[in-house]
Nanobody, 117 residues
Framework: VQLQASGGGLVQAGGSLRLSCAAS????????MAWFRQAPGKERESVAR????????YYADSVKGRFTISRDNAKNTVYLQMKSLKYEDTAVYYC???????????WGQGTLVTVSS
C-alpha cells in the first residue's frame, strides 16, 4: 500500500488542523492505521492509531482529548483532527499502516505541522 499524507501547515497555538492520509490499493480496510510524529531533535513517537473497522482507537497521553483519529474505508483515507494545538505539537507527522502485529511496514512521506506560540 502507498500512503500520501497532506494537510500540514502553519497554525497559531490554540488553532486546529486536519491531516489526511490517502492510501492506494484495495485492501485499506485490512490495515491498522496510525499517525506518528517527529519533532526536531527528537525521536519519532506514536500519536494515535485506529483499528481496521475504526472500532478502537489509541492516543498518546500528550494528545488525548485534543486529537481525533478516524478513517473512511470507502475513501481509503485516515484522518487526524487536531485541536487546541500547542507549540510542542510542532513536528513532521507521518501516517503508517500495518497488517501484522506491531510492525508498521508502510509509511507516508510526512507532512509538516508548525504551531506558532
Amino acid at each position: 500500500v502507498q500512503l500520501q499524507a497532506s494537510g500540514g501547515g502553519l497554525v497559531q497555538a490554540g488553532g486546529s488542523l486536519r491531516l489526511s492520509c490517502a492510501a492506494s490499493g484495495r485492501t485499506f480496510s485490512s490495515y491498522v492505521m496510525a499517525w506518528f510524529r517527529q519533532a526536531p531533535g527528537k525521536e519519532r513517537e506514536s500519536v494515535a492509531r485506529i483499528t481496521q473497522n475504526g472500532g478502537e482507537t489509541y492516543y498518546a497521553d500528550s494528545v488525548k482529548g485534543r486529537f481525533t483519529i478516524s478513517r473512511d474505508n470507502a475513501k481509503n483515507t485516515v484522518y487526524l483532527q487536531m485541536k487546541s494545538l500547542k507549540y510542542e505539537d510542532t513536528a513532521v507527522y507521518y501516517c503508517a499502516a500495518r497488517n501484522t502485529p506491531l510492525t508498521y511496514r508502510y509509511w507516508g512521506q510526512g507532512t509538516l505541522v508548525t504551531v506558532s506560540s
